[in-house]
């Protein structure tokens, strides 16, 4: 074999690793070591004038993440047919936080992160502002070159039954319990009364009337909240009680009947995932429970890597909303 084939399939194996390559913690420590300190004073400023803030980055890095993997495609904006505008994405808000910190990071280290990264790095800094476990994000992540509505026809929706919910997530490559920690993040934030409308007065298959699963006790909270007829921009706490904390606490109102979200209550109802759900609650005590946050964390980095693109794979945007 000559010097020269020799050498030409090293230079072939180091393009495939490099577009083939994996997420690591510290990407950036040495092109922008200064990445996660911006993004953390960007997502703090912006929780100062809008108290869902980090409920809003949790669920835009989900969002992202579930269409064409967590690739920032949700970001693009250049017209009707971007996918930020598909009806899966509705009230998906936190994009001029991501172009404030991409702005800022394009000034001190330009063309270095992704607004992919970003995106994730925004999310972690979310958990932490609400009281949340903190950890590494791993990063690499390069920019899609892709962002179209019909992309997010799959998106989990609220009214999706347990097994769709499930097999969507399977899809993306995560399990039952997965499924139940991700839906965990509804431990912050708020909903409108327009997803509950159906849920409390229209509910199928019982024919009408309000959802059998929600608490006696719950019911005429949630009715007085969101009125038939009444404004369906109304918001109202995701997680009853425990609005502005990270911490199981939603997994306790689902057990106990009083889940806002629809398909939040349908956890409790399929024996797989109220299994999941049930284990952090430990007859026992709480030395026998897992960590909540802790398999929380896990989830939410697994999540991180669907579909991530690497090496020589997509792009570095310079501007999030826009394609190079």
Do not use: W
């Not at 074999?1 to 913690?25: A, H, R």
């Not at 349908?266 to 299994?275: F, M, Q, V, Y």
């Amino acid at each position: 074999m000559t010097v020269l084939l020799v050498l030409s399939l090293l230079f072939f194996s180091f393009l495939m690793g490099c577009s083939d390559g994996q997420l690591e913690v510290g990407f950036y420590s040495n092109t922008c070591p200064q990445v996660d300190s911006v993004v953390r004073d960007v997502v703090r400023e912006a929780a100062l004038s809008d108290t869902n803030m980090a409920a809003v980055l949790l669920r835009l890095h989900f969002h992202d993440c579930f269409v064409e993997g967590c690739d920032g495609s949700i970001l693009i904006e250049n017209g009707p047919e971007s996918e930020r505008h598909a009806f899966g994405h509705q009230g998906v808000r936190g994009f001029d936080v991501i172009e404030k910190a991409k702005a800022e990071l394009e000034g001190s280290c330009p063309g270095v992160v992704s607004c992919a990264d970003i995106v994730a790095l925004a999310a972690r800094e979310a958990i932490v502002l609400a009281n949340g476990p903190t950890y590494e994000v791993p990063t690499g992540r390069r920019d899609g070159l892709v962002s179209n509505v019909s992309l997010a026809d799959d998106m989990p929706d609220v009214s999706d039954s347990i097994e769709l919910l499930k097999t969507k997530f399977l899809n993306k490559g995560l399990t039952v319990k997965d499924l139940v920690l991700l839906s965990g993040a509804h431990t912050i934030g708020t909903t409108a009364c327009f997803f509950m409308t159906k849920r409390l007065y229209n509910f199928f298959p019982s024919g009408g009337g309000s959802d059998p699963s929600i608490s006696p006790n719950f019911l005429p909270q949630l009715q007085a909240k969101c009125p038939q007829n009444g404004d369906v921009n109304v918001r109202l706490a995701i997680d009853e009680g425990s609005e502005q904390n990270f911490d199981v606490h939603i997994l306790k109102n689902i057990k106990e009947g009083f889940a806002v979200l629809e398909s939040d209550a349908r956890l409790n109802d399929d024996i797989a995932t109220k299994n999941v759900i049930d284990s952090y609650f430990s007859p026992l005590g709480p030395m026998f429970e897992p960590s909540f946050e802790a398999d929380f964390v896990d989830s939410f980095v697994r999540m991180g890597q669907i579909g991530v693109k690497t090496g020589f794979l997509g792009e570095i945007r310079t501007v999030c909303s826009q394609f190079n």
